[in-house]
């Protein structure tokens, strides 16, 4: 159903994606999209985010929007409430493949970030791990040998680089795991490593089902490749206008860019002017 079909409010769970989609480089919610959230709950929708950021790195941001639902973060490797701070769904990588991913990406010559119980470890302080910490905006951990110090498996990895690297470096990694890894891009230097079952598509599954909503009346808007899943899978996905063509195609419609407010834009069209009908 598409959101001018009546005048009946016609879905009741949205996932948002930060980055890109919510957030620009300085990490400030625009005034329009902060007020267009608030009037898409208060009619009675539920909101979520659906980040790749770590829990703690996506925390602050549902607080500032007062968001109580849980949280999808990891890439969709783990659901977890902001409030209770139970974790109701995690599937980390399976800890040898993760040595692999690590030992790849050393004989490169390339940065690594591993996530054990939402803490971030390094090797060591490098350009690329104080670039990730500056956007991600948590504590760094360097521990030495990686390999030595990672004893269980990590909720995800990531290898940061350019970006013309991290392409080359995400078709390397495919070939070698092809389907037993989830291998995904989020900003355009972060090769983002994941339990094979986990993307932001499975984990919206999960989270409909834990609160009893229909996939058809869930909504997914975001501007990456790894919110294609999220997309495809949603009752109704919509994609920024700045988003890759194969995410703009699997897309029911196309949204506004980051400084259009485009994510205002789809909320207001949806829920908004619907409500206003009535």
């Known amino acids: 159903m598409r959101p001018d079909d009546g005048h009946r409010l016609p879905y009741r769970l949205v996932a948002l994606d930060l980055d890109d989609t919510l957030l620009g480089r300085d990490l400030v919610f625009s005034s329009k999209a902060k007020r267009a959230i608030q009037r898409v709950k208060e009619i009675g929708v539920l909101v979520t985010l659906a980040t790749g ?11 500032e929007l007062e968001i109580t639902l849980p949280l999808i973060c990891y890439q969709g490797a783990l659901v977890r409430d902001p409030i209770s701070r ?21 004989h490169w010559g390339l940065h690594v970030n591993a996530y054990v119980d939402d803490e971030l470890y ?58 037993s890894l989830y291998i995904t891009k989020s900003l355009p230097m972060f090769c983002e490593i994941a339990h ?6 499975t984990a919206l599954a999960f989270l409909a089902s834990y609160l009893h909503i229909p996939q058809e009346e869930t909504v997914a808007l975001g501007d990456g490749l790894n919110d294609l899943e999220m997309i495809q899978w949603a009752g109704l996905g919509i994609a920024m206008t700045h988003a890759p063509l194969e995410v703009q195609a699997a897309a029911e419609w196309v949204t506004g860019s ?16 619907v409500q206003a009908a009535k």
């Not at 950021?53 to 607080?63: E, G, H, W």
């Not at 980051?258 to 002017?273: H, N, S, T, V, Y």
Request: aromatic share 6%; charged share 25%.
């Open 53 to 63: 950021r770590m829990f703690q790195s996506a925390l602050p941001f549902a607080q």
């Open 86 to 106: 139970e974790v109701l769904f995690h599937r980390p990588v399976p800890l040898e493949q993760a040595r692999q991913v690590i030992e790849m990406a050393r």
């Open 122 to 179: 390094v090797e060591r302080i490098t350009p690329e791990a104080e670039r990730y910490v500056r956007i991600a905006r948590v504590p760094l951990h360097p521990v030495g040998d990686l390999l030595a110090f990672l004893k269980s498996p990590p909720t995800k990895v990531v290898i940061v680089s350019e970006e013309a690297t991290i392409d080359h470096v995400m078709g390397e990694l495919r070939a070698v795991f092809g389907s």
């Open 196 to 201: 094979s079952e986990c993307n932001k598509g």
């Open 258 to 273: 980051l400084q259009e407010d485009g994510a205002a834009q789809a909320l207001e069209r949806i829920f908004l002017a």
